[in-house]
């Protein structure tokens, strides 16, 4: 250690030892400059200037030959050691010594040190005030390059290449970079042979042997020497690393591209494609082509994607080249959106044309867009090209798309703009007209569906079609109760030739039956059911059943009762629905016939086998009446009491009190016939058995002799006799307006006699009438009053109907906590399965619309196990299951029932099913099945607008899940230029834009840097660039 320090002081204290062993001679300018001179020569620069400027200090006169000359060297010293205060001195040194023999060399040793700073402008100064003929060789050679260099950095090319020119003939150090730049300002001027000679000779030289062979096969491509491309670009690829490897790959590729030798072209292509360098759209398009011609259809889809975000000519090419691709790929949907793009472009007009009739006929082949394209793509067509070749072709599909599409309504709008249809239009307009009535008609529009049936005879061109417009118009009498013009409009329907060969011709019978039916004509409802059961033998079980059913009451109510029971049994026998039904009415006809062991035995299978029926306790009563008239009292009275004791709120407690009274009475039981007969008068005061029971309460205070008591306790709770004979007066008045189908008259008649009295003795009966014909004149606030007293009295034959219409108006009120109530105590009272089932559909729309989901499942799940739920009214069910379990986030079990009702519906809740089924699917990013889904939703729901909208948003977010942004593009574009609707298209330029953001995001690179390295004294030459070829002043 002590040795390294040793050295290192000798090192430090050298230079004062030196200046202390000079000999004092050296302190003389003369000599003092010598040595200064001796170690510039060796340079030691920093000993030199400091004897240099000693010198200075030792002479007096600043202008004398060796001050100057010190001056100078000084100045030079300081530049050799990159001094702060070079400049200054040499500038100082030009301005007092302008004379001096060093000026020639000061101008330049200043012009090099701008330079070396890249100060060109000033560089230039001073190399312009350079006589360059008194430079030495290597002074000259250095003059010319960095003067050259300055000029071609001040954009000054023509005196650049006249300053390089001086380098490029002989060997010299910048023998290369000269001829480098010379090349490029000859590339730059078109001087493209020039250049070409320049960069060969630049092909072997170590610094520029990876940069000539980018020029070299760029001057070639200019030259469209393409054939001189492609023979001398992939060796140089190939051998060696070269500059802008990607650039050259680039030319070679589109050189091939342009020889049409597409399978070459497409490697060097795809090598410029995968460089980090900005990519041009022309460059993407070329690569798409090459792909396309070599069948790599998918490849050239990636290509072409990214070339269609701009109008112009190429995005118009390339969306047609993009349409063939999918067509080779057979896949049409895809197609179809790319010819539509295309067709957008005018600047080609034959393609547009070409495009614009590929798009309409795959839009007709397809039917899955919700604008009704394939209508307004050839309407399009036969518009802007109606003198083409396939001017015929186009207005045949068009006639197919409007006698083979599901949105009817948009072929009647198109349909309606012909004036002149000739058989095929007329024939599509009969067709659309009928479709969209039945559609309509399954909707439960009917008012509307009735406009389009009354459309299908406006060309009578199938007399089928015609026939069957004239069922359905039957359908919508019968539905609106209009049953006597139903059965016309049924028979008018038969009678028509057209319908005889329709499956419907039958099914007239049969709804001819049910209009008769409902008018209570059950002879001829009986007739029209036995025409149906005799025309359809093969007809579905259900409906067989029900037939038996109706014959079995038509027989019953015509007091035939073997008929009736024989038609019950064969409905027993099918059991497909209501067999309870079917029993109790056997039950009643034996009743009738006077056998009371078969009715007994049928009713107690009733009680055995359906617990849960709405004819148990109907039953119960009948077999016990039954036990009472056969003197079985003690099994009566069982019965009795099981009705009084377990079914409180039903109307037979009532009867079954009055019975038991009388058995009582019958066994001497008196005080409990009495405590029976008064139970009934005081609880259902207003009730028609109520009067009933009075009379039996007399009888038995009769047969006691207790007058007195009876007359205080009737005094009491029964009105006098002049009092009830004027209610009895006023009711029946009121009653005969309302039997009459007055209801304005009954109206005022019951709510004279409410008024009147108070309470009346049919006060029931007329608050539930007034209600009814209120209801019916739309007032149903005041008709809710009345059905609410209706239903605050003690179960009565008015009870269940009250409680159904008070829900009705509450529940479609929007006062749902209120119908809720009405539905949960309808499903307690009801005795007939229809109101059971009403009030259980009821409690699941309410509780779902309260937000109370658990409810809401127990009835939905109530109202699908019910065997008499119609189809409609299923689909409901499935469909709020299916949003409640969506809303507990139990997707699986959501999508489940959203399927159910997609394969049941043809109207809003399957679309809305079908589109949460596809986005469900989407959110798993299984985005072909989810694509499916909602291509199936179109197609399946041609008149549900919104939610086709709906699904092409959903669409287009498909598209973008891909990754494919032109499909994405396309159908956002759809609906921008097709929807009317701001919040939507709003939606749809917000999804638009966010693509084109990420499509620019994608499209950016980055240029490879060209760092070439030159010759230059000390570094003062910077490394030269490509950039550097290009940048301005600096």
């Given at each position: 250690m002590k040795h390294h320090l040793a050295i290192i002081t000798v090192?430090?204290?050298?230079?004062?030892?030196?200046?202390?062993?000079?000999?004092?001679?050296?302190?003389?300018?003369?000599?003092?400059?010598?040595?200064?001179?001796?170690?510039?020569?060796?340079?030691?620069?920093?000993?030199?200037?400091?004897?240099?400027?000693?010198?200075?200090?030792?002479?007096?006169?600043?202008?004398?030959?060796?001050?100057?000359?010190?001056?100078?060297?000084?100045?030079?010293?300081?530049?050799?050691?990159?001094?702060?205060?070079?400049?200054?001195?040499?500038?100082?040194?030009?301005?007092?010594?302008?004379?001096?023999?060093?000026?020639?060399?000061?101008?330049?040793?200043?012009?090099?040190?701008?330079?070396?700073?890249?100060?060109?402008?000033?560089?230039?100064?001073?190399?312009?005030?350079?006589?360059?003929?008194?430079?030495?060789?290597?002074?000259?050679?250095?003059?010319?390059?960095?003067r050259g260099y300055s000029q071609f950095k001040r954009k000054e090319y023509s005196a650049a290449k006249q300053s390089f020119s001086h380098l490029i003939d002989e060997p010299n150090r910048y023998y290369a970079p000269a001829n480098y730049y010379y090349a490029h300002l000859a590339y730059m001027d078109g001087n493209y042979e020039?250049?070409?000679?320049?960069?060969?000779?630049?092909?072997?030289?170590?610094?520029?042997?990876?940069?000539?062979?980018?020029?070299?096969?760029?001057?070639?491509?200019?030259?469209?020497?393409?054939?001189?491309?492609?023979?001398?670009?992939?060796?140089?690829?190939?051998?060696?690393?070269?500059k802008k490897e990607h650039e050259v790959a680039r030319i070679i590729g589109e050189s091939f591209y342009n020889l049409q030798q597409y399978e070459e072209a497409v490697p060097y292509l795809q090598q410029f494609r995968d460089s980090q360098a900005p990519k041009q759209r022309q460059d993407h398009y070329q690569l798409g082509f090459a792909l396309y011609k070599t069948g790599a259809y998918e490849e050239a889809l990636d290509a072409f994607n990214l070339v269609t975000n701009a109008d112009d000519e190429l995005s118009q090419v390339a969306t047609y080249h993009m349409g063939e691709s999918y067509l080779k790929l057979d896949n049409k949907k895809y197609a179809r959106n790319a010819f539509k793009e295309s067709s957008k472009y005018d600047y080609d007009r034959p393609l547009q044309e070409d495009a614009l009739f590929n798009y309409a006929k795959l839009a007709y082949e397809l039917s899955v867009n919700p604008f009704h394209e394939a209508i307004r793509a050839f309407e399009q067509y036969l518009e802007d090209y109606p003198t083409s070749e396939r001017r015929d072709d186009a207005y045949a599909f068009l006639l197919e798309v409007y006698l083979t599409t599901r949105d009817y309504q948009a072929a009647l709008d198109a349909l309606d703009k012909i004036e002149e249809k000739d058989i095929k239009a007329k024939t599509a307009y009969q067709l659309s007209a009928y479709n969209r009535g039945v559609e309509l008609f399954l909707n439960r529009k009917f008012i509307e569906a009735r406009s389009y049936f009354m459309k299908v005879d406006t060309y009578n061109i199938d007399p089928t079609?015609?026939?069957?417009?004239?069922?359905?118009?039957?359908?919508?009498?019968?539905?609106?109760?209009?049953?006597?013009?139903?059965?016309?409009?049924?028979?008018?329907?038969?009678?028509?030739?057209?319908?005889?060969?329709?499956?419907y011709f039958k099914e007239a019978y049969y709804s001819t039956a049910y209009a008769y039916f409902m008018q209570k004509e059950y002879r001829n409802a009986q007739t029209a059911f036995n025409l149906y059961l005799n025309s359809k033998p093969g007809a579905d079980d259900k409906k067989m059943n029900d037939t038996y059913l109706r014959l079995g009451d038509c027989a019953f109510v015509a007091k035939e009762y073997n008929t009736a029971i024989s038609y019950y049994d064969q409905a027993i026998a099918l059991d497909k629905f209501d067999t309870d039904y079917a029993l109790f009415q056997k039950a009643r006809s034996q009743g009738f016939k006077g056998d009371d062991v078969s009715k007994t035995n049928t009713l107690e299978e009733i009680i055995r086998r359906y617990t849960k029926s709405s004819y148990l306790v109907p039953a119960k009563y009948q077999l016990a009446e039954t036990f009472f008239k056969m003197d079985k009292n003690d099994q009566a009275f069982v019965m009795f009491e099981d009705i009084i004791d377990n079914h409180s709120g039903s109307p037979y407690v009532k009867k079954s009190l009055l019975t038991m009274g009388l058995i009582h009475f019958r066994r001497g039981a008196y005080e409990d016939a009495i405590a029976s007969f008064k139970q009934v008068v005081e609880d259902y005061p207003q009730d028609e058995d109520s009067q009933e029971a009075q009379a039996r309460i007399q009888d038995v205070y009769v047969e006691l002799g207790r007058m007195d008591e009876f007359n205080e306790w009737y005094e009491q709770h029964v009105p006098t006799g002049s009092v009830a004979a004027q209610d009895s007066v006023n009711y029946r008045a009121a009653e005969n307006k309302y039997s009459a189908g007055d209801c304005e008259g009954a109206i005022t008649a019951f709510t004279s006699y409410i008024q009147k009295f108070q309470p009346g003795i049919f006060g029931i009966n007329a608050s539930y009438y007034l209600g009814e014909c209120l209801f019916q004149r739309g007032d149903t606030e005041i008709a809710l009053n009345n059905y609410l007293y209706v239903i605050g009295q003690p179960t009565n034959q008015f009870s269940e109907p009250a409680l159904f219409s008070a829900a009705t108006i509450t529940y479609e009120a929007g006062r749902y906590d209120e119908a809720l109530e009405h539905y949960q105590a309808l499903e307690r009272v009801a005795t007939f399965d229809n109101n059971i089932l009403e009030a259980r559909i009821g409690q699941m729309r309410c509780h779902f619309q309260l937000g109370q989901y658990d409810q809401a499942l127990t009835y939905c799940d109530a109202v699908l196990a019910d065997d008499n739920s119609p189809e409609y009214i299923l689909k409901e069910a499935h469909f709020i299951k299916a949003k409640v379990l969506l809303s507990q986030n139990d997707v699986p079990g959501a999508l489940l029932a959203f399927r159910k009702v997609d394969q049941m519906s043809t109207g809003k809740m399957g679309a809305e099913s079908k589109f949460n089924i596809a986005r469900i699917i989407y959110n798993r990013q299984e985005y072909t099945e989810s694509e499916e889904e909602i291509f199936e939703l179109i197609q399946q729901y041609p008149s549900q607008?919104?939610?086709?909208?709906?699904?092409?948003?959903?669409?287009?977010?498909?598209?973008?899940?891909?990754?494919?942004?032109?499909?994405?593009?396309?159908?956002?574009?759809?609906?921008?230029?097709n929807v009317q609707d701001e919040g939507i298209r709003a939606e749809a330029i917000a999804k638009y834009e966010a693509i084109v953001a990420i499509e620019q995001g994608a499209s950016e690179g980055v240029e490879e840097d060209m760092e070439i390295e030159v010759g230059g004294e000390g570094g003062e030459t910077p490394g030269q660039s490509e950039q550097d070829l290009f940048d301005g002043e600096e």
């Amino acid at each position: 250690m002590k040795h390294h320090l040793a050295i290192i002081t000798v090192i430090l204290l050298a230079p004062l030892l030196a200046s202390a062993q000079q000999p004092a001679t050296l302190h003389h300018p003369e000599a003092l400059y010598a040595h200064a001179m001796e170690l510039y020569d060796k340079e030691k620069f920093t000993a030199a200037q400091r004897e240099f400027e000693e010198v200075q200090a030792h002479v007096d006169d600043p202008y004398r030959e060796i001050a100057v000359n010190a001056e100078y060297y000084a100045a030079r010293c300081a530049m050799h050691l990159f001094h702060k205060d070079t400049r200054e001195r040499l500038v100082q040194f030009v301005h007092d010594h302008p004379e001096s023999m060093h000026i020639r060399t000061a101008y330049f040793e200043l012009a090099n040190y701008y330079y070396s700073r890249k100060q060109y402008r000033n560089a230039l100064e001073w190399y312009d005030k350079v006589e360059a003929a008194k430079l030495t060789v290597e002074e000259t050679n250095d003059y010319h390059f960095k003067r050259g260099y300055s000029q071609f950095k001040r954009k000054e090319y023509s005196a650049a290449k006249q300053s390089f020119s001086h380098l490029i003939d002989e060997p010299n150090r910048y023998y290369a970079p000269a001829n480098y730049y010379y090349a490029h300002l000859a590339y730059m001027d078109g001087n493209y042979e020039a250049a070409l000679k320049g960069f060969r000779l630049l092909e072997s030289d170590e610094n520029f042997a990876t940069v000539a062979p980018y020029y070299i096969t760029q001057i070639l491509f200019l030259q469209e020497k393409y054939d001189e491309v492609v023979s001398y670009g992939p060796s140089r690829i190939d051998s060696a690393r070269v500059k802008k490897e990607h650039e050259v790959a680039r030319i070679i590729g589109e050189s091939f591209y342009n020889l049409q030798q597409y399978e070459e072209a497409v490697p060097y292509l795809q090598q410029f494609r995968d460089s980090q360098a900005p990519k041009q759209r022309q460059d993407h398009y070329q690569l798409g082509f090459a792909l396309y011609k070599t069948g790599a259809y998918e490849e050239a889809l990636d290509a072409f994607n990214l070339v269609t975000n701009a109008d112009d000519e190429l995005s118009q090419v390339a969306t047609y080249h993009m349409g063939e691709s999918y067509l080779k790929l057979d896949n049409k949907k895809y197609a179809r959106n790319a010819f539509k793009e295309s067709s957008k472009y005018d600047y080609d007009r034959p393609l547009q044309e070409d495009a614009l009739f590929n798009y309409a006929k795959l839009a007709y082949e397809l039917s899955v867009n919700p604008f009704h394209e394939a209508i307004r793509a050839f309407e399009q067509y036969l518009e802007d090209y109606p003198t083409s070749e396939r001017r015929d072709d186009a207005y045949a599909f068009l006639l197919e798309v409007y006698l083979t599409t599901r949105d009817y309504q948009a072929a009647l709008d198109a349909l309606d703009k012909i004036e002149e249809k000739d058989i095929k239009a007329k024939t599509a307009y009969q067709l659309s007209a009928y479709n969209r009535g039945v559609e309509l008609f399954l909707n439960r529009k009917f008012i509307e569906a009735r406009s389009y049936f009354m459309k299908v005879d406006t060309y009578n061109i199938d007399p089928t079609l015609t026939a069957l417009a004239e069922y359905w118009m039957a359908e919508i009498l019968y539905r609106e109760k209009q049953y006597d013009q139903a059965i016309l409009a049924y028979r008018e329907f038969q009678n028509d030739p057209g319908s005889f060969d329709t499956e419907y011709f039958k099914e007239a019978y049969y709804s001819t039956a049910y209009a008769y039916f409902m008018q209570k004509e059950y002879r001829n409802a009986q007739t029209a059911f036995n025409l149906y059961l005799n025309s359809k033998p093969g007809a579905d079980d259900k409906k067989m059943n029900d037939t038996y059913l109706r014959l079995g009451d038509c027989a019953f109510v015509a007091k035939e009762y073997n008929t009736a029971i024989s038609y019950y049994d064969q409905a027993i026998a099918l059991d497909k629905f209501d067999t309870d039904y079917a029993l109790f009415q056997k039950a009643r006809s034996q009743g009738f016939k006077g056998d009371d062991v078969s009715k007994t035995n049928t009713l107690e299978e009733i009680i055995r086998r359906y617990t849960k029926s709405s004819y148990l306790v109907p039953a119960k009563y009948q077999l016990a009446e039954t036990f009472f008239k056969m003197d079985k009292n003690d099994q009566a009275f069982v019965m009795f009491e099981d009705i009084i004791d377990n079914h409180s709120g039903s109307p037979y407690v009532k009867k079954s009190l009055l019975t038991m009274g009388l058995i009582h009475f019958r066994r001497g039981a008196y005080e409990d016939a009495i405590a029976s007969f008064k139970q009934v008068v005081e609880d259902y005061p207003q009730d028609e058995d109520s009067q009933e029971a009075q009379a039996r309460i007399q009888d038995v205070y009769v047969e006691l002799g207790r007058m007195d008591e009876f007359n205080e306790w009737y005094e009491q709770h029964v009105p006098t006799g002049s009092v009830a004979a004027q209610d009895s007066v006023n009711y029946r008045a009121a009653e005969n307006k309302y039997s009459a189908g007055d209801c304005e008259g009954a109206i005022t008649a019951f709510t004279s006699y409410i008024q009147k009295f108070q309470p009346g003795i049919f006060g029931i009966n007329a608050s539930y009438y007034l209600g009814e014909c209120l209801f019916q004149r739309g007032d149903t606030e005041i008709a809710l009053n009345n059905y609410l007293y209706v239903i605050g009295q003690p179960t009565n034959q008015f009870s269940e109907p009250a409680l159904f219409s008070a829900a009705t108006i509450t529940y479609e009120a929007g006062r749902y906590d209120e119908a809720l109530e009405h539905y949960q105590a309808l499903e307690r009272v009801a005795t007939f399965d229809n109101n059971i089932l009403e009030a259980r559909i009821g409690q699941m729309r309410c509780h779902f619309q309260l937000g109370q989901y658990d409810q809401a499942l127990t009835y939905c799940d109530a109202v699908l196990a019910d065997d008499n739920s119609p189809e409609y009214i299923l689909k409901e069910a499935h469909f709020i299951k299916a949003k409640v379990l969506l809303s507990q986030n139990d997707v699986p079990g959501a999508l489940l029932a959203f399927r159910k009702v997609d394969q049941m519906s043809t109207g809003k809740m399957g679309a809305e099913s079908k589109f949460n089924i596809a986005r469900i699917i989407y959110n798993r990013q299984e985005y072909t099945e989810s694509e499916e889904e909602i291509f199936e939703l179109i197609q399946q729901y041609p008149s549900q607008e919104f939610w086709k909208i709906k699904a092409f948003l959903l669409l287009a977010d498909v598209y973008t899940g891909m990754e494919d942004y032109f499909q994405a593009k396309a159908t956002l574009q759809s609906i921008i230029d097709n929807v009317q609707d701001e919040g939507i298209r709003a939606e749809a330029i917000a999804k638009y834009e966010a693509i084109v953001a990420i499509e620019q995001g994608a499209s950016e690179g980055v240029e490879e840097d060209m760092e070439i390295e030159v010759g230059g004294e000390g570094g003062e030459t910077p490394g030269q660039s490509e950039q550097d070829l290009f940048d301005g002043e600096e």
